[in-house]
């Protein structure tokens, strides 16, 4: 198959930033991390939208939502809730079908992720000619504060094990920091089988099948300050399943 680098896509002042936020009991955090995005975004002049994915969460995450929303107004805050959980590959694929920005970030609710480093993202594609850049905790000044060392080892081990068996062209699979050129993302979603935390395995691994270019960031991933992790058990039996899957399919 040719070469899909360079996807042809308006890198001028039309450009459009649609940020993808699933939420699933994020009362907290939410508040904090759109006025930091709202903040960059404001600074730096990228048109944006912040979109919402809020999966009927019980501590009242979109009541929050719907206040930030008369803050910053209905063309900056779009919300796009469902009725229960469903699985984070899922909110992503609801929530692009709302996008209208030609570039897609997706990015935790939590502030593991935080928003210095869009600048950073929004360089590399625009002058790299990426189709996707990735935020990566084990390349150069990348890193990960505040986890304890059980999750540092069941990361760390997913990606090893997932960097033998698939050999995905890049440093951080389970990460979920990203910029995606908008059909780039529509062309791996219609893809992708996974519904959980191995969905962001799939799409670098889809990617590369589909000779996609994919750009690398080191980023500090923070652990969440606010709230508890929602990865458990059946999180990490999903992931080993779906990375036997991919190694068979792929």
Known sequence: MASRKGSQQSRGDGDKYSVLLPTYNERENLPLIVWLLVKYFGESGYEY???VIDDGSPDGTLEVA????????????????????????TA?????????????FIMDAD??????GSP???????EGGYDLVSGTRYRGDGGVYGWDLRRKLISRGANY??????????????GSFRLYKKEVLESLVERCVSKGYVFQMEM???????????????ISFVDRVYGESKLGGNEIVSFLKGLLTLFATT
Do not use: F
Request: overall charge positive; charged content about 25%.
């Open 66 to 89: 719907e206040q930030l929303q008369k803050i910053y107004g209905k063309d900056k805050i779009l919300l796009r809730p469902r009725a229960k959980k469903l699985g984070l590959g």
């Open 111 to 116: 502030l593991s992720h935080h928003v210095s």
């Open 92 to 104: 992503y694929i609801h929530g692009i079908k709302h996008a209208r920005g030609n570039y897609v």
């Open 161 to 174: 094990v997932t960097q033998v068996l698939l050999r995905p062209g890049a440093s951080d699979l389970t």
């Open 204 to 218: 670098i691994v889809r990617a590369r099948q589909l000779n996609y270019t994919i750009g690398e960031v080191p």
């Open 49 to 51: 939208e912040i979109i």
């Open 120 to 126: 950073v993202s929004l360089d590399n594609t625009r």
